[in-house]
Structures are given as structure tokens and as C-alpha cells.
């Protein structure tokens, strides 16, 4: 059996089903394990532990945000740690055993520990995606010969480690591998063959002994030099060699260069090749078809030409260039990908080339700069509002697929109602509207809103921002609200929701002026945040059909007093009741955990009714919050006692 069949081995091993509790034991610490005691298959609250000997799988997800486990002391069997196996948790020590063959995915993934040296020992052969990433505690990290793959995110985020020393076995590095460590140096080892994106941004120094790559003027390149796939230049105009084919994802992350110009050998610009970089102006020569995702995203750019060979702009790709304020858009340019100038303030002149078929999602969105625009004779498709977020923007439509009536624009049918962009208070939809896009009202003008029987759905944020909306109806066709579509509505305060609504998503009415609301006798799901920061609402009847209430629902209704609870619900998410200081009782329906933060800071919160059928007490549920343990009975006090103890320490 060959490396590659051990580990796959091992790694199903790791694999936790229900049914391996029924052929399990518990040692006396609370550590269940297989019958065998070949697999440690959950590990539980303790300061130190001494895995025993014969343990040859620490399975997933075993000690994770078990508190504190300080040290763990592995036996000389061990063979395989599992996914996430260690994650949040706060080690002081880690010292792998010889014969440990592979360490899962996040094994150790944002652990808070004192530990400051880390060893990978030469037994091992697999290090899995982010498996130490975010461990901030760590300084220096020493790979046994055993690894030949640096994976994913192995390092990453590992914002004190300075030395780490690689052995010359490491044949590929992967992407984001020690992204943001501090490291001053690295070389890369001599038989490495294959380099993922940019694994090395924030590293100051990067050597390379490797043959597969040329390491020139602090820029790395392939072999052939027809890639380019790290620049580290300190220049402030750069002239990339001709030849070179390829700008690789990432490659401009940590460059100083302000000035780039292109060779004409140059094809392809990868994904967020010059995102978060220094760049203000570049030259594109003819021959480029596309801008790849993110490739200029978060730059300082100020203007762009973009020649005349390009047919597609990617998604994302010139996002929050604040400072970009001049476009020539090529005249062959297709399709505009979702969200390519959103956020981009400065562009103020935007003047769409006529073969221009697809406008993607909120493409344009929040260039506040932007006062008018022309939809061309050729565009057949206009994604989620283009043009969210801007004020007073004049639109006109050459197109005959879309509409302009009173400032609204619609599909040639009438039936979606795609945004809004004018300066009326009330606003009354015509019958024959079935859709309302995202973002369509994103508008500080409107007061009211009237909508039509005809509409069955209202799309992700259509009303969100809309500061003086007072007043809405919610006709019965209403299907479906997406989420954020009524955040931050300070002033609106609707009183019933659509009968037939089954859902009410993220974030619907998040920060809204809702007091009261009735809710519809259908609803299965209230989603995270529905009704976070509503400080007007003062009670709340959840329905009998309702299943799952989501993590910060009614967290910071800072004014509810009153919370009726059915037997139906399942399950109460993180926070749900976070911050309510006007709550005073609350009687839970037979749920099996109360989550994370439940009741955190409800500091007026005393009587709590929770169910025998609590399995399960999260942390800081009980922060700020005494309950009455009259009302409770003697396993839950001692569950609640528990929970509040663990609360110190955080």
C-alpha cells in the first residue's frame, strides 16, 4: 500500500458516524472511544489529557472548541489526527509523535495556545488544507522530509511565525500557503515544480533554488518565462519582459509598482492578478480578450483604456478602485461582469460601446458619481440592479427588451421590476409586476410604496436603505422576501406578513422600525439576523408550524418584553436572544442545545424555562444573566453552573 491508499485509509477512519457511539466506550475523564481503542472518537473540557496508548486515530472534529486543553499527550501508536481535530482550541504544547503519519484539514486551525515551535516530524506525509492556519501563537515551524505538498492556506494567517524551515522533498506549494506570515525570508527548495497563487504574500525576501523557476529582479517566473507569477518589485514603473504569456493569480499583491506595461505577448491576465496592489495606471496591449475576476479589484488604478480585442470584463474585476475615475470601454466589449465597478466613487463618465449584450449584477453599483447613462440598442440582459445605490442617476434605454416608465426600469414585459432611480416620495407599482430585483429602492427619497396583487416575490435588499420608508403593503401573493430586504428601514413599521410565507430570510428586516408584527400561521424558518436590531419591537408570537429560529434573530431588540415560543421549534441559533435587556421570561420548547451567547447580556432575564430535553449548554449563554434556578431542575442547574463557569475565562 502506497502513501497516497495510507492516508485514504486513515482519513475514513477519521470519519465519526452516529452508529460508532453505539460500539464505544467512556474512559473516566469523559473521552469516548471504540470499542477498540484504536479511534478516540470525542474528546470533552479538560486541562490536560494523556491519549492512550494503542489510539491510532484521533478522529474529526474531536477536541474541537473543547476548553481549555492545554496539552494533549499523544501515545507512540498514533497514526492519523482528523479534520478540525484541535480547532479553537488554546494548546501549550504540541509534540507530534515519530510514526504519525497525516494531520487533517484545520487540525489546528485558529488555536490561541502558547505554543511558539511547531515540528512536523519526518513520519509524516500529509498536511492537510489550512491545518495550522490562524495560529497566531506560533513562531517558528520546522516540515519533516515526509512532505512533498505544502497545501492550501497551510500557514496562512500565522501572523507571529518568522522562521520556517522546508525540506528539500517539497515538490509543490500551494495556493495562499504562507500568506501573511511574517516571514523575512523564505527560499524556495530546489525540487519544487509546482507554485499555486501567490503562497508568498507578505514574505519580504524570497530566494529560489529550484530550476523550475527564474528568480529575477524580485520577480519569479516560470521556466520558459512565459508566466509571471510573483512580483515583489520595488520599482514604481515596471516594464513586465516580452515573452511573458501569463500574469498569475495574485502575482501584483505585493508589488510597489504604480506604472505597469504590458509586453504584446501578454494573453491572459489571471484572476486578482493586481488586486490590493499599488498600480495607478497600466497599458494593455491589443490582443487581450478578457479581464479575469478581481484583476483590478482594490487597486489605487485612476484610468484604464481597454483595447478594442476585449470581449468580456469578469466579475468583480475593477471593484473598489475608489480613485478610478476614467473608463474607454473597447468597442467589441460584450458582457460586463457582475459587481466590475461597484464601489468605484470616482468614475463619473460611462459611455456603453454598442455591442454590449449583458450588464451583469449591480454591476455599477454605488459609483456615486455617475449622473446619467445609456442602455444600448444592444443589450439583452441586465442582471440585479446594475446601478444600485446611486442617487438621482438618469437612465435611458435604447434597448427594446427594457423599459423606462417614471423612473423605474422594467422588462419589455412589465413583470420585473429591475430599479428605481427617482426622486418621488410615494411610489405606486402598476399591476403586472411579479418581481422586484435586488436592490431595486435602494433610495433615501421614498416614503411610501404601494405594491401590486400581482407580485409574488421581492428579491435580496429591494427595500434595504430606504431611510424614510414609512409605509408599505404586503399583498397575500407574496411568496417569497429575500434576504436584507427591509434592512435598515428605521421608519417602517408593517404589522402582518404575507400569509403564504414560509420564510422569513437573513437579515429581512434587520435594523427596521417594526413594533409589532404578526407572523404568517405557515412560517417554518425564521433566518439569522431576520429581526436583529429591531429596538421597536416589543413582542413576538413565533407560529406553531415554525421549525428553526436562526443564529441573531431578535439579538439587540433591545425594547422586547414578550416571546411566545411553540413546541414545534427545533432549534434556537447563536445569539438569537442576545442583548433583548427589556426580556425578562422566556419558556423554551423542548430543544437539545442551547447555542452559543443565547441569552448574552439580557440582563434583566431571570426566568428562564428550559426543558430536561437540553443536552447541551454553549458559551456565554448565561453572560450577564442570572437565572432563576427554582424553575430549572437539578441536572439543568448543574449544566447551567457549568456553562457559566466556562464563561469566566473568556
Request: glycine share 6%; with cysteine.
Amino acid at each position: 500500500m502506497n502513501n497516497i491508499e495510507k492516508i485514504e485509509s486513515w482519513r475514513k477512519k477519521a470519519v465519526v458516524k452516529k452508529e460508532d457511539f453505539n460500539d464505544s466506550f467512556t474512559d473516566k475523564y469523559g473521552v469516548i472511544y471504540s470499542r477498540d481503542g484504536k479511534r478516540l472518537l470525542k474528546g470533552c473540557d479538560l486541562p490536560k489529557y494523556d491519549v492512550r496508548e494503542g489510539t491510532e486515530v484521533i478522529c474529526n472534529d474531536a477536541f474541537d472548541d473543547c476548553y481549555p486543553v492545554d496539552i494533549v499527550k499523544f501515545p507512540k501508536s498514533l497514526k492519523y489526527i482528523g479534520d478540525r481535530a484541535f480547532q479553537n482550541t488554546f494548546p501549550d504544547e504540541i509534540s507530534f509523535p515519530e510514526g504519525l503519519l497525516g494531520i487533517g484539514e484545520c487540525a489546528y486551525h485558529f488555536t490561541q495556545g502558547r505554543v511558539k515551535e511547531l515540528v512536523i516530524p519526518d513520519s509524516v506525509v500529509f498536511v492537510g488544507q489550512a491545518a495550522f492556519h490562524r495560529m497566531s501563537h506560533i513562531n517558528k515551524a520546522v516540515v519533516g522530509s515526509g512532505i512533498t505538498t505544502i497545501a492550501e492556506l497551510m500557514f496562512a494567517g500565522c501572523d507571529e511565525l518568522e522562521v520556517l524551515i522546508l525540506p528539500d522533498t517539497i515538490k509543490v506549494i500551494k495556493n495562499s500557503a504562507f500568506e501573511y506570515c511574517p516571514i523575512k525570508k523564505m527560499v524556495i527548495p530546489p525540487n519544487v515544480k509546482e507554485i499555486g497563487a501567490n503562497p508568498f504574500c507578505g514574505i519580504t525576501e524570497l530566494g529560489c533554488l529550484s530550476e523550475n523557476f527564474i528568480n529575477e529582479d524580485d520577480v519569479l517566473y516560470s521556466k520558459d518565462k512565459k508566466e509571471l507569477i510573483i512580483c515583489n518589485t520595488k520599482k514604481k514603473e515596471f516594464y513586465i519582459p516580452n515573452g511573458v504569456q501569463v500574469i498569475r493569480p495574485f502575482a501584483f499583491n505585493d508589488s510597489k509598482a504604480e506604472c505597469v506595461i504590458l509586453p504584446e505577448s501578454i494573453k491572459e491576465i489571471g484572476k486578482e492578478a493586481f488586486c490590493r496592489s499599488k498600480l495607478k495606471t497600466i497599458e494593455l496591449p491589443l490582443g487581450i480578450t478578457s479581464i479575469g475576476d478581481n484583476a483590478f479589484s482594490l487597486s489605487d488604478l485612476e484610468s484604464i483604456d481597454l483595447p478594442d480585442s476585449i470581449t468580456q470584463i469578469g466579475k468583480n474585476a475593477f471593484m473598489w478602485c475608489e480613485k478610478l475615475k476614467d473608463v474607454h470601454f473597447p468597442k467589441n466589449l460584450q458582457e460586463i461582469g457582475d459587481q466590475a465597478f461597484y464601489l468605484c466613487g470616482a468614475l463619473s463618465n460611462v459611455q456603453l460601446p454598442e455591442k454590449l449584450r449583458v450588464i451583469g449584477d449591480a454591476s455599477f453599483a454605488q459609483c456615486h458619481n455617475l449622473k446619467e447613462i445609456s442602455l444600448p440598442e444592444s443589450v439583452d440582459v441586465i442582471g440585479r440592479n446594475p446601478f444600485a445605490l446611486i442617487s438621482d442617476l438618469q437612465i435611458t434605454s435604447l434597448t427594446k427588451n427594457y423599459k423606462i416608465e417614471d423612473d423605474i426600469l422594467y422588462s419589455s414585459d412589465g413583470k420585473t421590476l429591475i430599479c428605481f432611480n427617482g426622486n418621488q416620495k410615494i411610489v405606486q407599482i402598476p399591476e403586472g409586476v411579479e418581481v422586484i430585483r435586488t436592490f431595486a429602492f435602494n433610495s433615501k427619497h421614498i416614503t411610501s410604496v404601494s405594491l401590486p396583487s400581482s407580485l409574488r416575490e421581492i428579491e435580496k435588499g429591494a427595500f434595504g436603505h430606504c431611510e424614510e420608508l414609512r409605509e408599505i403593503n404586503m399583498p397575500d401573493s407574496i411568496l417569497t422576501i429575500g434576504e436584507d430586504a427591509f434592512e435598515r428601514t428605521e421608519n417602517l413599521n408593517i404589522k402582518a406578513l404575507p400569509k403564504h410565507l414560509k420564510e422569513v430570510c437573513a437579515s429581512t428586516f434587520f435594523g427596521s422600525g417594526i413594533s409589532e408584527i404578526t407572523l404568517p400561521e405557515d412560517l417554518e424558518i425564521i433566518g439569522e439576523k431576520a429581526f436583529s436590531g429591531c429596538r421597536n419591537l416589543k413582542k413576538i408570537e413565533i407560529p406553531s408550524h415554525t421549525k428553526v429560529i436562526g443564529g441573531e434573530a431578535f439579538n439587540a431588540c433591545e425594547s422586547l418584553e414578550s416571546v411566545i415560543l411553540p413546541q414545534s421549534v427545533e432549534t434556537i441559533g447563536c445569539a438569537a436572544f442576545r442583548l433583548c435587556n427589556s426580556l425578562k421570561q422566556i419558556k423554551l420548547p423542548p430543544i437539545s442545545e442551547l447555542q452559543d451567547a443565547l441569552f448574552e447580556y439580557s440582563d434583566s432575564l431571570t426566568d428562564i424555562y428550559i426543558p430536561d430535553s437540553v443536552q447541551k449548554i454553549g458559551k456565554k449563554v448565561f453572560s450577564d444573566v442570572k437565572p432563576n434556578y427554582s424553575l430549572l431542575s437539578p441536572r439543568i442547574v448543574k449544566m447551567v453552573e457549568k456553562s457559566k463557569l466556562k464563561d469566566l475565562v473568556f
